[in-house]
């Protein structure tokens, strides 16, 4: 009991009115990994040493904070948001953004600081809520860490009987390196777009959502030299543009996605399937398709990519138990294919081979706070004419993750 008859009673009355909308949660996702030979090349968790072919890991540790300030008729003014991530490889910040609410029309948003990019939706689908242990080679390649420092404006009622209030539509500017890079490079800015329509009852058990994505981007080019694919006599094969313009030119990279859900309630819980599919040019260089962390000394390489992501998700004798299925795959230069790659001893390298996964998992919520998730990925490369890769690379893991959750 506060004596607010007292000047120390009447402040920490008036600090429980402040913080009283301050909510802490957090997650540990541990695990154990088992993969086809030592020191394969990973999408899940990373690659493995060497030496190793199984390990136990923290996959993630998160703990995040969130304060929302009401204003005087009870309407979320502001948002905030902090969230760190920790594992045994460091501490990083993972989320660090404000959000301000218009609450005269209640349908605008602003948001700034260090957040997930509005593109797709499996990127912006949380760690702990999804269903899959990791998000798809695509959106980890050029989605890396998801997240980038920049401002956006939402378009989203807030009110239930607005004729919208299915709508949803984010568009922002963004420094575009992401959390690679500690600080911004170029002047250059990604404006990234989603329009979206949140789950609507086509009848009282079934459920349809989707979304329509595009960025915009580019970086600053460093050097003269630019590769592309072109046809010649002797076949396909990188070939330079080393005009003295090029140098300062905005490298182009430019994203185009669609994606689909569809869920059915039923007495075991929910069916549910999603699709999603991306395609678009890349700038990057020879060695990797990411977005470089720095403004890169050697060649840029543009390639045409595309890939997509399908999960199917089933409820088994009740909604704790679930078994899945996910698809993905992402072809990072679509203009070459198969024993293309390396062909004569052609300059296509190992960069431009596409992967397709195909994940088969079960999950069971032993509670609300544990959840048990036992996944093996089939993971398949193209058959290249490049040494290592002219047939399939053993890569394929066994992973069983358990997370804790409050």
Excluded: C
Excluded at 14 to 32: A, C, E, N, S, W
Excluded at 190 to 195: C, L, T, Y
Excluded at 323 to 335: E, I, Q, R, S
Excluded at 337 to 352: P, R
């Amino acid at each position: 009991m506060i004596d607010t008859t007292t000047s120390m009673g009447k402040g920490i009355l008036q600090l429980y009115r402040k913080f009283d909308r301050v909510y802490i949660t957090g997650y540990l996702q541990t695990q154990y990994q088992v993969v086809q030979q030592k020191g394969a090349h990973s999408f899940s968790g990373g690659d493995f040493a060497p030496n190793v072919d199984n390990r136990f890991m923290l996959r993630r540790g998160r703990l995040r904070f969130d304060y929302a300030h009401m204003n005087a008729d009870e309407q979320v003014s502001v948002y905030f948001v902090f969230q760190f991530d920790g594992t045994e490889r460091g501490v990083f910040i993972r989320d660090f953004w404000g959000r301000v609410f218009e609450n005269k029309w209640q349908v605008f948003q602003l948001t700034t600081g260090m957040f997930a990019r509005p593109f797709g939706y499996e990127v912006n689908l949380g760690s702990a809520d999804r269903e899959s242990l990791e998000r798809g080679r695509m959106s980890q390649t050029l989605m890396k860490v998801e997240r980038d420092l920049g401002a956006m404006i939402s378009f989203e009622p807030r009110r239930p009987d607005h004729p919208l209030r299915y709508l949803k539509i984010d568009a922002g500017f963004f420094n575009g390196p992401g959390l690679n890079a500690t600080q911004d490079y170029d002047s250059y800015k990604d404006f990234i777009a989603r329009a979206s329509w949140k789950p609507y009852p086509l009848s009282s058990s079934l459920l349809i959502s989707g979304g329509l994505s595009y960025f915009n981007g580019g970086m600053f080019q460093n050097t003269k030299y630019t590769y592309e694919i072109s046809k010649d006599a002797a076949g396909k094969q990188f070939v330079v543009d080393s005009a003295d313009g090029n140098i300062g030119r905005k490298a182009p990279r430019k994203y185009y996605g669609a994606d689909l859900q569809l869920k059915w309630k039923h007495k075991y819980g929910a069916t549910e399937l999603r699709l999603e599919y991306w395609r678009g040019t890349q700038t990057a260089s020879a060695s990797t398709s990411e977005t470089p962390a720095a403004l890169l000394q050697e060649p840029y390489y543009v390639r045409k990519f595309d890939g997509a992501f399908a999960y199917l998700l089933q409820n088994v004798v009740n909604s704790k138990h679930q078994v899945g299925l996910k698809f993905d795959w992402y072809d990072p230069n679509t203009a070459v294919k198969g024993k293309e790659i390396g062909q004569n001893g052609n300059n296509i390298n190992a960069t431009n081979i596409k992967y397709t996964t195909l994940s088969v998992g079960y999950n069971y919520n032993i509670n609300e706070n544990v959840r048990l998730m036992l996944w093996y990925d089939f993971i398949q490369n193209e058959h290249t004419s490049l040494a290592g890769y002219t047939g399939d690379v053993k890569d394929n893991i066994f992973t069983t993750r358990l997370q804790f959750r409050f």
